[in-house]
């Protein structure tokens, strides 16, 4: 890499230059690209220069998000971006030239095009007999792109003949889940005959749910921070061509929408991500997503907005919010024009769902004019004027559960069960606080005398380091809880401040592949104390670095246009167990694995690129909350006898397994009567598990005829009312504080399918806990912290 020095004379225009504003009001790109180059440099916690080898992986990883699946670009293509930007991409940046972005993006755009059109072409030419032994890769993103224009044209009949096969097995599908319904409608109002219950296949979550939510990708995925769902009532209606067709002709237009924010959003997460996984570029409107995400509240009128094709449907309305207090706005009325106060209205339609998003978001106690179709009356359209207002996302908030088991089960056992989905807080006015929260519902859960304590972080990607360490020292004495350790091999740590613990009692972890960041700092650090058991998938997700976030525009020129800097998360330091140890990579491993689907994904910090290597550090000492181990031979033997003999567990051996076998194949027949014999084999195979369920569901409600499990539920609004919810008395609404609209495939809670009403994971932790009660003496709470001398600064908060 070249590098350039400015002589002095060179240095005073250049400095001059920057403090000029622009002719132009908007942001330089440019400038903001160089100074998030220079910014990793200087904050990453590798050190590492922006040089060739840093060119070449963000080059690497610019192509792979624009083509994921190497199916738009071709060999050539590619050769040719290397030649001319493989290791000259830090000398384009670092001169604030963007324009490698915006020539590749181009490109990219230009070959998406050329791929419809001959999409088009191939399928009214084309005649697709779906009767060949040929086969399709799956996954293509380690696949090399195709050599040339034949190769690709080859390759794409191939993804048509598999989208189209695709959705004509959909259809059928449909119309058997179609015809289900109208059986189960009709037996339903006749009042007669059971019916089998309807096949509703449980997918899993393969997504990083880290303490951040996903960035957008460049070729318009649902894979951002607004939820764009999909509507499908007039897609059903279309034939398998026009289907294909109609979501390619979406996937140019998503990728017309993008302008030159989005390019070098892409541009400059490509670059992030060459230092670590989790090192980040955040566009203004990431970041504010991002603050909403660890706030749980934003500005706006309060509603859940879905996409659709000509604009955005209201699909929930948050209760008490802006919107619901005016009253006019309905669910499923369609948002086509806003205006912001009394300036005109600007047309929504065909934009997307995020744009739409900004506009109707603002500042507090300003008006946002709302022109819509009416759920009521698609023919006209009415105007409503709202005032915006801090709105509550309650969703999110922790909350919790008091089980009390049946008689059936053995003695009765009152159990706590927490609920926690991330790590939140107000970092800027700490007026949300994830400890606050959960203490209150703690002391609830002591109050109604729990005989033990489950604390769920299953899918809870993280969030507030702070947060993590006062959630800990709810459960254990003053003393160390984490690690750290800087680019210059600085190891500090961080203490939980207070006395003695708020709850002492028996404590489980729940943790899965996608509890991650400060999840693992938490089990981590109750597991080494020997305070709580770890129960759950085989490992947490693996992530072990520390993140803080850096506005971009302070280190921008003071008279330069800022307004679209955007943030940069970056690490800066490896966290570590008290023990030594490290998460990184390995993750915080069970003392009690349970069957998971999620332990045969390619998911985890292990399966991300450019992840930093595992480490350990000396210990620090701290005092062991209980003398002696957990009985956990013990225990794991009894749960070795309980999933041998549990069919739900079982299921998931099995399901586990094929999919093991077709995650390694990588391939999917182009055959219609290969594609529908699997079909229908998988469905029998569903429908024969479902079955069974609802038969061991209907054998113990009869055994237990009342006496099953009692569930109340607590959440930050009625924590302190004198009187229990009891499931009964519960709904959605309550614990979303938003009323959404109802669908027809609304299966209410999902648990009540499985015997006593309780999913097995949850079921399994609650005969856990009753082992590790049966097994265990009471825990003693160890002398008084020992020496903590070891020299050393405590870190900041991320």
């Known amino acids: ?30 400038q903001v690209a160089m100074h998030v180059a220079y910014m990793l440099q200087n904050h990453h916690y590798s050190k590492q220069d922006f040089d ?37 991409l830090d000398d384009h940046v670092l001169m604030r030239n ?18 419809v059109d001959f999409l088009k072409k191939a399928l009214e030419g084309n005649k697709f007999s779906f009767d060949s032994k040929g086969t399709i890769e799956i996954k293509r993103d380690k696949a090399p792109w195709p050599k040339d224009k034949a190769a690709q044209d080859k390759l794409w009949i191939e993804i048509i003949e598999d989208n189209l096969l695709a959705e004509r097995i959909a259809d059928e599908t449909r119309a058997r889940d179609e015809k289900k319904k109208a059986e189960k409608a009709a037996a339903k109002k006749a009042g007669t005959a059971e019916v089998k219950p309807e096949v509703k296949t449980d997918g899993v979550t393969t997504e990083r749910k880290i303490i951040e939510a996903p960035k957008p990708t460049a070729d318009g995925d649902v894979d951002n921070k607004v939820v764009v769902k999909k509507d499908t009532k007039d897609d059903k209606d279309l034939t398998p061509k026009e289907r294909v067709l109609k979501d390619y002709q979406r996937l140019l237009e998503s990728i017309d929408e993008n302008d ?24 203004t ?12 509240k934003l500005v706006g009128i309060g509603a859940l907005l879905g996409q659709k094709d000509d604009g955005a449907e209201i699909q929930g309305i948050v209760v008490g919010g802006p919107a619901d207090k005016q009253g006019e706005l309905k669910l499923n009325d369609r948002i086509i024009a806003v205006a912001q106060g009394d300036e005109e209205f600007v047309d929504v339609k065909y934009l997307k769902l995020q744009k739409i998003v900004d506009m109707i978001r603002g500042e507090k106690n300003t008006t946002v004019r709302i022109k819509i179709v009416p759920a009521d009356d698609p023919s006209g359209n009415r105007i409503i004027a709202i005032a915006r207002d801090e709105v509550p996302l309650k969703e999110k908030l922790a909350n919790a559960e008091l089980l009390v088991t049946p008689p059936d089960l053995g003695k009765t056992l009152k159990v706590g069960w927490i609920n926690l989905s991330n790590f939140y807080a107000d970092m800027e006015n700490n007026t949300v606080s994830t400890s606050v929260d959960v203490e209150r519902l703690l002391r609830r859960l002591m109050k109604e005398k729990i005989d033990g304590l489950v604390l769920d972080l299953r899918d809870n990607g993280g969030g507030s380091l702070d947060e993590a360490i006062k959630l800990t020292g709810l459960f254990i004495p003053a003393g160390p809880v984490v690690q750290a350790k800087d680019w210059r091999g600085s190891i500090t740590w961080r203490d939980c401040e207070n006395e003695k613990p708020v709850y002492d009692g028996p404590m489980i972890v729940l943790i899965n592949k996608a509890s991650a960041s400060a999840s693992e700092i938490l089990a981590a650090a109750l597991q080494d104390y020997r305070r709580a058991l770890i129960v759950g998938d085989k490992s947490s997700f693996g992530k072990g670095t520390v993140q803080t976030i850096l506005p971009v525009e302070r280190y921008m020129p003071f008279f330069s246009d800022k307004k679209g800097a955007g943030d940069l998360k970056v690490t800066i330091q490896k966290f570590y167990r008290i023990a030594g140890g490290s998460t990184q990579l390995k993750g915080v491993e069970s003392d009690v694995p349970l069957p998971s689907i999620r332990d045969v994904l390619d998911i985890g910090e292990s399966a991300a690129e450019n992840p930093l290597p595992y480490d350990t550090i000396p210990p620090r000492k701290y005092p062991l909350f ?7 031979d013990e225990i794991n033997a009894r749960v070795k006898s309980r999933v041998a003999a549990n069919p739900e567990f079982q299921n998931v051996v099995e399901e586990s397994k094929r999919l093991k076998e077709k995650i390694d194949k990588n391939t999917v027949s182009l055959n219609l009567q290969e594609r529908e014999k699997e079909r229908l084999d998988t469905e029998a195979r569903r429908d024969k598990q479902v079955e069974d369920r609802a038969k061991r569901a209907k054998d113990v409600a009869e055994r237990i005829k009342d006496n099953g499990f009692k569930t109340y539920h607590l959440t930050l609004d009625n924590v302190d009312k004198p009187d229990l919810v009891p499931e009964s008395a519960f709904s959605k609404e309550m614990n979303s504080g938003m009323r959404t609209a109802s669908k027809d495939d609304d299966s209410g809670n999902d648990e009540a399918k499985f015997p006593y009403g309780i999913e097995p994971v949850k079921l399994e932790t609650i005969h856990v806990m009753r082992d590790l009660l049966e097994l265990d003496h009471k825990p003693t709470t160890a002398a008084k912290s020992e020496d903590k001398s070891q020299t050393g600064t405590k870190p900041q908060a991320q």
């Open 1 to 30: 890499m070249t590098r350039f020095l400015l002589t002095p004379v060179a240095a005073a225009a250049s400095a001059l230059a920057l403090l000029l504003p622009s002719a132009q009001a908007e942001t330089n790109f440019g």
């Open 52 to 88: 060739d080898k840093v060119s070449g992986e963000m080059l690497h990883n610019y192509l792979n998000m624009l083509d994921f699946k190497h199916i738009f670009f071709t060999e050539q293509d590619v050769a040719g971006f290397k030649d001319k930007y493989e290791t000259t």
């Open 98 to 115: 963007i324009s490698p972005a915006i020539e590749i993006y181009d490109i990219y755009k230009e070959r998406v095009k050329e791929r």
């Open 260 to 283: 030159t924010k989005d390019v070098v959003n892409f541009f400059l997460s490509s670059l992030a991500t060459a230092y670590d996984p989790h090192t980040e570029y955040m566009s």
């Open 285 to 296: 409107d990431e970041s504010d997503n991002f603050k909403i995400h660890m706030q749980h």
């Open 626 to 632: 209980r003398k002696d181990p957990f009985p956990i």
